[in-house]
């Protein structure tokens, strides 16, 4: 705001037929500087009897022979609080606004603070529900692993057996049909015989017929 005002300073000496040089506008700005830094300044400049220009030291003015009297000789600054007690009560109130803004920051830190443990703590709870299920897993994983060795197990021994019945299978099998083969001529030489006995039986009975005869 202050570089605004000093050209428009400039802007309006301008138009007047007047020109600033940099080092005038740069005086001019560190008046105004001044006069919004400290109270007893900006009363020397609405006295518009200024011999020369303000700077701001700090929060300090030096106002020593800068405002004109009446007949041309310098004055000391306008009566007004000493600067360095005005300087020490605007440092009162800077410290002041800087532990408002340090509290509120306090307050927001804490808060944040708090937000962050809760979502720490959160952030925990869940870790360990993860661990706790994953724990849980890995038991059943291990448990199914046991299980599959002891069916395979099982398996292996119900194949081996399997392969054994089935070559005694085999075996009955082939003695069955041996026995077939046995039973069919066994049958065939029983017909054989009684047809053998029927006709011995005849050739009997025919003997006798003739012995009576």
């Known amino acids: 705001m202050v570089a605004a005002l000093g050209k428009e300073a400039a802007r309006l000496a301008a138009t007047h037929g007047q ?10 700005e ?21 011999v020369r220009s303000l700077a701001a030291e700090g929060l300090d ?3 020593t022979d800068a405002v004109a009297v009446e007949g041309g000789a310098a004055s000391p600054a306008p009566s007004a609080p000493k600067p360095r007690a005005r300087g020490a009560a605007r440092v009162d109130e800077l410290d002041q606004k800087r532990r408002e803004v ?11 603070a708090a937000a962050a443990e809760a979502a720490s703590s959160e952030a925990e709870r869940a870790r360990d529900d993860v661990e706790r299920r994953r724990d849980e897993a890995r038991a059943r994983r291990d ?8 069916l395979s197990a099982e398996l292996a021994e119900l194949q081996d057996r399997l392969a054994s019945v089935q070559e005694k299978v085999s075996g009955v099998e082939d003695e069955l049909e041996t026995l077939d083969e046995e039973r069919d001529a066994a049958l065939t030489a029983v017909d054989r015989a009684k047809r053998d006995s029927e006709r011995a039986r005849e050739s009997v009975r025919d003997a006798e017929e003739r012995v009576r005869g």
């Open 19 to 28: 020109s600033l040089s940099g080092a005038a506008v740069e005086e001019l």
């Open 30 to 50: 560190h008046t105004l500087q001044a006069a919004m830094t400290d109270e007893s300044a900006a009363e020397a400049l609405r006295t518009g009897r200024l």
């Open 61 to 63: 003015v030096d106002l």
């Open 102 to 112: 340090a509290e509120r920051e306090l307050a927001a830190a804490r808060e944040e």
């Open 143 to 150: 448990r199914l692993r046991d299980e599959r060795r002891r």
